[in-house]
């Protein structure tokens, strides 16, 4: 009887590979050879999945995004009760400077895609959905913390939202390439937080 293949565990195991190689060696370093070596299967098998390298880079953004977003929902489910706007926000964006070793390779392998989306429409799209996703999250727990109080009510939640997230951002880029250390750039995410949320 024929070995039953998981189609989406092997999808799983070729973005974990490509996202090993892109941490190690960048964007452009990688190819369907690389990958297939890293993955320990044939090139043939990758590019049974794969037609084209943007086509599978395109999967690993989507894969990588749908990671992190378990991630901070862990984060907060490890939480004792339901929490807070501040708890909320901070994860999120804290999520950005984690230096759990998958999460640094995950915020490694964001900003080499970034370059790459400047050029290539495909994957500008599925960031911008990705940045689109986290700034309505992130409206939506500041409105909720103007009703809660946490949050002053003269603020403007699309504005803050915007605000914070540019800064986590930047703080991302920066911690990587070794300008600030994760805790100077955590101090200085959390300094902001807690002058957002006053209450």
């Known amino acids: 009887m024929p070995k039953r293949v998981d189609h989406q565990q092997r999808r799983a195991q070729i973005a974990e590979a490509v996202c090993s ?9 990688v190819s369907l050879r690389d990958v297939a070596a890293e993955a320990g299967i044939s090139m043939g098998r990758v590019q049974h999945y794969f037609r084209t390298k943007d086509e599978m880079l395109l999967f ?8 992190d977003v378990r ?34 390779e995950a915020q490694r392998v964001g900003l080499a895609f970034l ?8 994957l500008a799209a599925s960031l911008l959905q990705g940045y689109a996703g986290i700034q309505g ?31 986590a951002e930047g703080l991302r ?20 937080l807690d002058r957002l949320f006053t209450g």
């Open 21 to 29: 190689l892109v941490s190690a060696r960048g964007l452009e370093a």
């Open 60 to 67: 690993v953004l989507e894969y990588v995004a749908d990671r």
């Open 71 to 104: 991630g901070t929902r862990e984060c907060l489910a490890a939480e004792p009760a339901p929490p807070s706007p501040r708890a909320v926000v901070g994860s999120v964006l804290g999520g950005l400077l984690d230096d759990d070793p998958r999460r640094v």
């Open 115 to 122: 370059a790459r989306a400047l050029v290539e429409p495909r």
């Open 137 to 167: 999250l992130l409206e939506q727990v500041l409105r909720q913390g103007i009703d809660e109080g946490s949050v002053d009510a003269a603020t403007d939640p699309e504005s803050a939202a915007t605000e914070v997230f540019a800064l």
């Open 173 to 192: 880029a920066q911690t990587l390439l070794g300008h600030l250390t994760r805790a100077r750039a955590l101090a200085v995410l959390d300094d902001r």
